[in-house]
């Protein structure tokens, strides 16, 4: 069955709808990484220090690509940025894995962490629904940047699934290397995280999608006001 193409009206609604769903995933991001990173460093947790420093390398690569498409010539600077959002990547991984790897030879055992848990747990049940909105709108606008954008957000469910089962192992059965197991789980997705970017596959560009349809707009309003 053909696809229906949306009204204008329809589209400028689905074109809302999904900037408001990024800026919330960014803010969401933000928040997830200033607690996880905190509540990291108390337990002693490699994981739910890596799980912060993710989600704060998610950020700063949407702050990259939405500071690109300010510049002239943003096609000039996309191989940059996106260089730059792979080796963050890259760092992370090595990171995690030098954490996990210490942890795991020098038998450190994380603390409980009640606020990991929570955090993590939350991720797991918010992430799939932001992720389900954003699929939706970009298929029905025809947007393959958001439906990519809406993957990129479901592997972070994953992520927090992960960290989650190390950290509830560690706490209900004190097994405390499924802390640094996990964060060998971060520093996979990180690497992969990290190819994808070196290649192009920017995780954060529906933003510079976002800030283009806001010109594209801005363009018909000129344009109509002529």
Known sequence: MAAVTPTPARRATLHRRIRLIVAFTIVYNVIE???????????????????????????????????????????????????????????????????????????????????GLVLTALSVVIMPLV???????????????????????????????AVLIGLALNSLFGWWWADAVAGLVIAIFAVREGLEAWKGDACATSVGMILEDDRDHDRHDAHDHR
């Open 33 to 115: 990484a200033i607690v996880a990173i905190t509540a990291g460093s108390v337990a002693s947790s490699a994981a739910l220090i890596g799980f912060g420093l993710d989600s704060s390398i998610e950020v700063l690569s949407a702050a990259a690509v939405a500071w690109q498409f300010t510049r002239r010539d943003p096609e000039r600077w996309e191989k940059p940025t996106l260089r730059v959002i792979a080796v963050a990547f890259f760092g992370l991984a090595i990171y995690v894995v030098a954490s996990s790897a210490l942890s795991l030879i020098g038998g450190d055992r994380p603390a409980h962490s009640t606020v």
């Open 131 to 161: 992720s389900l909105a954003e699929r939706r709108a970009g298929h029905e606008v025809g947007s393959a940047t958001a439906v990519a954008d809406s993957k990129q957000t479901l592997i972070c469910t994953y992520l927090s699934a």
